[in-house]
């Protein structure tokens, strides 16, 4: 049964403590997105990869986060510092190429 | 930055009723898809329609799409009290990115 994965699944943490969330995209999909969502601003694409290689992250604050895939099986988005902000459920989805979409269960993130 | 707009925010059916999702968007797309949401998880992706189809059919879910009008509606019939969830249209703009911007989506109540 392939799916996304992502960890941790929950994390509480201080405002200026640095924060790395992973996620294990399906194998063979070769397009990573991340996704925040929040009550107030619903669900914001982040930066997305295609076969690796950053293909847009304007959707992200780029001072203090980051976003990476240092191979195939492996996406990671990093904040540092981090805010009480930044606070969300953090999405990461995997595809093939385009259409559908397979979300991971998310990543809850509390900065306190 | 948000491209469709559904409504309505919130709706509330007795099971077995039928619902009804709209969606509204601004620019020209490859797609138009449809996710599902229940508390506390990733997005279920439910059905796709491209920009050269009308209708589409997927068990007890129908979408309907109207380029000219920028418009999309979602039928869930027969609903049952599993269906309680929120629903989220996503376009993929025209150029075949696979990048999907998500409406703020309707959360629906279906009482047994």
């Known amino acids: 049964d392939a799916r996304v994965t992502q960890t941790p699944r929950d994390k509480v943490t201080e405002m200026g403590q640095e924060v790395t969330m992973r996620c294990q995209p399906i194998?063979?999909?070769?397009?990573v997105f991340w996704y925040r969502q929040t009550m107030k601003q619903g669900l914001e694409l982040l930066a997305y990869?295609?076969?690796?290689?950053?293909?847009?992250d304007s959707g992200m604050p780029k001072d203090r986060f980051s976003a990476e895939m240092p191979d195939a099986t492996l996406a990671t988005l990093k904040i540092q510092p981090s805010e009480p902000r930044d606070s969300a459920v953090y999405f990461c989805?995997?595809?093939?190429?385009?259409?559908?979409?397979?979300f991971g269960p998310g990543t809850r993130l509390t900065v306190l | 930055s948000q491209q469709g707009e559904e409504d309505p925010q919130a709706l509330s059916i007795q099971e077995g009723e039928n619902a009804t999702m709209n969606c509204s968007y601004k620019?020209?797309?490859?797609?138009l898809q449809w996710y599902r949401q229940n508390s506390g998880r990733g997005l279920v992706h439910l059905i796709l329609?491209?920009?050269?189809?009308r209708e589409k059919h997927s068990g007890r879910l129908r979408v309907t799409l109207d380029t000219s009008k920028k418009s999309s509606s979602l039928l869930i019939t027969a609903s049952r009290a599993a269906d309680t969830a929120s629903y989220f249209c996503?376009?993929?703009?025209?150029?075949?990115?696979?990048?999907?911007?998500f409406g703020q989506g309707t959360t629906l109540q279906v009482k047994p």
């Open positions: 620019t020209s797309i490859n797609n």
């Open positions: 996503a376009t993929e703009p025209a150029g075949n990115t696979g990048k999907l911007i």
């Open positions: 194998l063979g999909h070769n397009t």
């Open positions: 990869f295609r076969n690796r290689a950053p293909l847009d």
């Open positions: 989805a995997s595809a093939l190429l385009v259409g559908e979409q397979f």
């Open positions: 329609i491209r920009s050269n189809e």
